[in-house]
């Protein structure tokens, strides 16, 4: 499939009224500081639905201004030195493109990662003139489009990300802001920034050259759930209830990770994999739901490597360990009294694995799960999308998202060649998952 993407305009749009000189200046808070300077990329696809290209780009960006007045920091810049956002309303980045060719074809068949690369910007890097977000409109001949979201994770976590881009879609469908909810720009007064920031995360991740997109659909999910039930990891005849498709479909791709690090190192070694885990509504702290920005904790399950029982790389065993560390990381929320105290205890589980992944005996693998979050509630007056998805990343990481239908996962896999030639010819992989 060979479809030319043309862009045919590139703006700034700015919000529609002016930020107050008091809210010129945000501080970003110290779990924004432990984010990795990245912009993560969503593409969100509608089909053709009898509206006309002319208006519908006028909506798109009369409704981007408006609810920029709401999300008025996403309009700033990140200065580092400062650590703050300089609300300076120079806007975001918004781009226009043509593409030679229709929605369908792209809709069937093997995903073409390279087009999909070509909707929206690649390879954005931080600095003090990087707009926080970019938005490229890509217009298919049939009329269908193809919406390419890149936010910065500085001052965005998943739940902030989705906030932004519905309540963008409920000012385009309804015509203005007024019933919108507002979000609140408050977590450094929980969280103020530190002097001293601990090595993030994301300095273990390791270059991908190949990004490949693994379904597992309803029926495959079902399986996995039974197979997984059986029994209790450390007890044989303890049944354990139904999990999660989240956890049974990282419990399985873990399981063809840890089998490609032992063909390629000759052994089985230690290794640890990150989930996140949204904070909001799980600490002592008296943070409002709608509180933007980073507000998530990363969860460790780790493997033990030659030593450890081969039951333990069974399905089920790897579940409860994803299990435990999940239930773990949201218990401990509830434990410190003070931001400082939480920070604390985020920044020091991040300083350990570092530690660990920097010895080079232990592998490292970051999960990212999108499921459950709403992007398919996204509904800009012409329907909801009909399929929602990331693009090529340069570094090693497993993004999670939910299939249309809501029953099935999505795995998204950048992985270096060598890695993933073993990883897609797994054997667990062969008999569970679709690839694309």
Not at 101 to 114: C, D, F, S
Not at 117 to 122: A, D, S
């Amino acid at each position: 499939m060979n479809m030319k993407v043309q862009i045919l305009s590139k703006k700034f749009i700015k919000p529609a009224n002016p930020t107050p000189p008091h809210l010129r200046s945000l501080q970003i808070s110290s779990i924004d500081q432990l984010s990795p300077p990245t912009h993560v990329p969503s593409v969100l696809y509608y089909p053709a639905n009898g509206y006309e290209n002319d208006k519908t780009r006028k909506l798109l960006e009369k409704s981007l201004s408006e609810i920029l007045t709401l999300y008025y920091p996403l309009a700033g810049r990140y200065i580092k030195e400062r650590q703050l956002i300089d609300c300076n309303d120079q806007g975001v980045e918004y781009l226009e493109a043509q593409v030679d060719g229709k929605l369908a074809q792209l809709l069937t068949g093997e995903v073409n990662m390279e087009l999909l690369t070509n909707f929206i910007p690649y390879g954005i890097l931080e600095s003090a003139t990087t707009p926080l977000i970019i938005v490229q409109v890509n217009m298919f001949n049939c009329g269908g489009l193809a919406v390419g979201i890149r936010c910065a994770h500085r001052i965005t976590d998943g739940f902030t990300g989705t906030a932004f881009f519905n309540s963008w879609a409920t000012a385009c469908r309804v015509g203005g802001i007024d019933d919108i909810s507002h979000p609140i720009f408050d977590l450094a007064s929980f969280f103020p920034p530190r002097e001293n920031v601990p090595a993030a995360l994301h300095q273990t991740y390791r270059r991908a050259d190949i990004t490949r997109r693994f379904v597992f659909n309803k029926a495959a999910v079902a399986s996995l759930k039974a197979t997984a039930k059986g029994v209790d990891a450390c007890d044989s005849t303890t049944p354990k209830r139904q999990p999660s498709r989240v956890a049974v479909v990282t419990a399985l791709l873990w399981k063809a990770l840890i089998g490609v690090s032992q063909a390629r190192h000759g052994r089985s070694r230690p290794s640890i994999l990150s989930h996140l885990v949204n904070m909001r509504g799980k600490t002592a702290l008296p943070i409002s739901e709608n509180s933007s920005g980073n507000l998530c904790r990363n969860a460790f399950a780790r493997f033990g490597g030659e030593s450890c029982d081969k039951k333990l790389i069974e399905l089920h065993a790897l579940v409860g360990l994803v299990n435990d560390a999940m239930r773990d990381a949201v218990a401990s929320c509830l434990k410190p009294k003070n931001g400082n105290d939480l920070c604390s205890m985020v920044s020091d589980s991040l300083r350990e694995v570092c530690e660990e992944y920097e010895k080079g005996e232990t592998d490292v693998y970051m999960f990212f799960s999108w499921c459950r979050l709403p992007f398919y509630e996204t509904d800009f007056g012409w329907g909801k999308p009909i399929w929602v998805s990331t693009t090529r990343v340069p570094v090693e990481i497993v993004y999670l998202v939910d299939t249309k239908d809501g029953d099935g996962v999505e795995a998204w896999m950048h992985l270096d060649e060598k890695n993933m030639l073993l990883f897609q010819d797994h054997p667990d992989i062969i008999a569970f998952a679709s690839q694309t």
